[in-house]
């Protein structure tokens, strides 16, 4: 299984709700992440955990709660967002973040398209 | 800081064109090298790599050599479907400890017309 899950597929959600984004990965990998594309942009990373610890935070607003129950999931918790927030937030993962790995292949979901009202 | 320059698009070909985009890259050392492909309303896939000077990565019939001497990193197919109309991303990331990041360029358009 190469495969990163997202869920949902689509989510639309008023900036007073509470939603949680799903990303699912069975490859064994240990680093797990978050990005963030706008329309015609290319991705931005937001999150980036290792053996299910944030490693990596790159200055997100706290309306963005990330977490990492197992390391097969990751979540990412929604909580009074703002309309510029609608964008496709992308996961994906890798086999694991270490000092000696020569690079880091990345395997991408399909992302979850989000709409903020 | 690192940086990706890809060239800008949209590039709009004819099937079974030839097609060339363009990248180019600012970086200490010796970065691997990546084109990812993004369909419409999908994620990114991982087209081609490469992680040393002279390596030619390739898939699909795409085909990109890594070249140091002039930085570069461009994807090339010989002839192109309709089916391949998407988004390209060259990208770049560094071994050891800050392999998490991956360096985008801004991404070229193609639209291949039938």
């Known amino acids: 299984d190469t495969e990163v899950t997202q869920t949902p597929k689509h989510l639309v959600m008023g900036m007073t709700n509470k939603k949680s984004l799903k990303c699912e990965q069975h490859?064994?990998?240990?680093?797990m992440y978050w990005y963030k594309q706008k329309a015609k942009k290319p991705p931005e990373l937001m999150f980036v955990y290792s053996y299910e610890k944030l490693s990596i935070n790159e200055s997100v607003p706290s309306r963005f709660s990330p977490e990492c129950p197992n390391s097969s999931l990751l979540n990412l918790h929604l909580h009074a967002l703002q309309p510029e927030d609608s964008a496709l937030y992308l996961c994906?993962?890798?086999?694991?973040?270490?000092?000696?790995?020569?690079?880091?292949?990345?395997?991408f979901g399909p992302g979850t398209r989000l709409t903020v009202l | 800081g690192d940086s990706v320059t890809q060239m800008e698009g949209p590039v709009t070909l004819s099937e079974e064109a030839f097609l060339t985009i363009n990248c180019t890259y600012t970086?200490?050392?010796?970065?691997?090298l990546f084109w990812y492909v993004q369909y419409p309303g999908e994620g990114l896939q991982l087209l081609l790599k490469a992680t040393k000077a002279d390596d030619k990565g390739s898939n699909k019939g795409f085909e990109a050599t890594y070249r140091k001497e002039t930085t570069s990193f461009h994807l090339e197919k010989g002839s192109v479907q309709v089916s391949d109309s998407a988004v390209y991303f060259c990208?770049?990331?560094?071994?050891?400890?800050?392999?998490?990041?991956?360096?985008f360029g801004k991404g070229t358009l193609l639209t291949v017309n039938p």
């Open positions: 490859m064994g990998h240990r680093a």
């Open positions: 990208a770049l990331s560094h071994s050891g400890g800050s392999n998490y990041k991956l360096t």
């Open positions: 994906a993962s890798s086999y694991r973040l270490a000092a000696h790995t020569l690079y880091n292949e990345q395997f």
């Open positions: 970086a200490t050392g010796y970065p691997s």
